[in-house]
């Protein structure tokens, strides 16, 4: 694990962290987190899971003092429809926290207000095409006078800072893509009321960005 760029944010890269999985995996997660990394039916993507759930017990652990086997995990209800599908959380809020992976990436953001974080691999300029046009109208415009080789990363920059924000909700995807405008353009900090939005940097081929809430 390393620290990434701002405050209470660390990158995990899978192949580098792959022999303290091994290690500590059956000991700190829960039956939950097992059995979803073996639902996964692609190695890589069971590796990143674990990869990531391993550094974020670790981490918590140490934030609050206890075992990482011991740090009680739950689910706000989905502020969408009250189903206990919300965004996770340690009992208590004693330490706000989010995860996203992405092609053997894992970034994790702490803070002490709800936080949302997410990476994404920058896709094929045919996603980036289709799914851009589900964003805020003024982001599809602002991808449409991109040159068409800059359209993929600017599209994944938009889609990191959105999920980010929405994650940070506890929305998800639930609430659509197209509602609110976080903007394309690179190394521009967005704000909707009462959050902040910002990209960080990961290296090349990934987008991701943190959303703090006040």
């Not at 990394?37 to 981490?59: C, F, I, M």
């Not at 068409?148 to 994944?156: L, Y």
Request: negative net charge; aromatic residues 6%.
């Amino acid at each position: 694990m390393e620290a990434a760029a701002g405050p209470g944010l660390w990158l995990v890269r899978a192949d580098a962290f792959q022999s303290v999985v091994n290690r500590l995996a059956d000991s700190v997660l829960d039956s939950t987190e097992t059995g979803r990394a073996a639902a996964l039916r692609q190695a890589r993507d069971r590796d990143t899971y674990l990869a990531g759930h391993v550094g974020l017990r670790l981490l918590l652990g140490a934030y609050l003092g206890v075992p990482p086997v011991d740090v009680p995990l739950e689910r706000l209800p989905c502020p969408l429809c009250e189903e206990p599908h919300g965004r996770p959380v340690v009992r208590g809020n004693p330490v706000h926290f989010s995860l996203s992976h992405s092609g053997g990436l894992c970034l994790l953001a702490f803070a002490s207000t709800p936080v949302g974080v997410d990476i994404e691999a920058i896709p094929d300029a045919a996603v980036a095409e289709e799914v851009g046009a589900a964003l805020h109208p003024r982001e599809s415009a602002e991808l449409s006078d991109l040159r068409a080789e800059d359209r993929p990363a600017a599209f994944a920059r938009v889609w990191a800072r959105k999920e980010a924000y929405l994650k940070g909700l506890g929305t998800g995807l639930g609430r659509a893509m197209s509602l609110d405008y976080v903007g394309a353009a690179r190394d521009a900090a967005a704000t909707l009321p009462g959050w902040t939005i910002g990209d960080v940097a990961v290296g090349d081929g990934y987008a991701a960005a943190v959303a703090v809430q006040g």
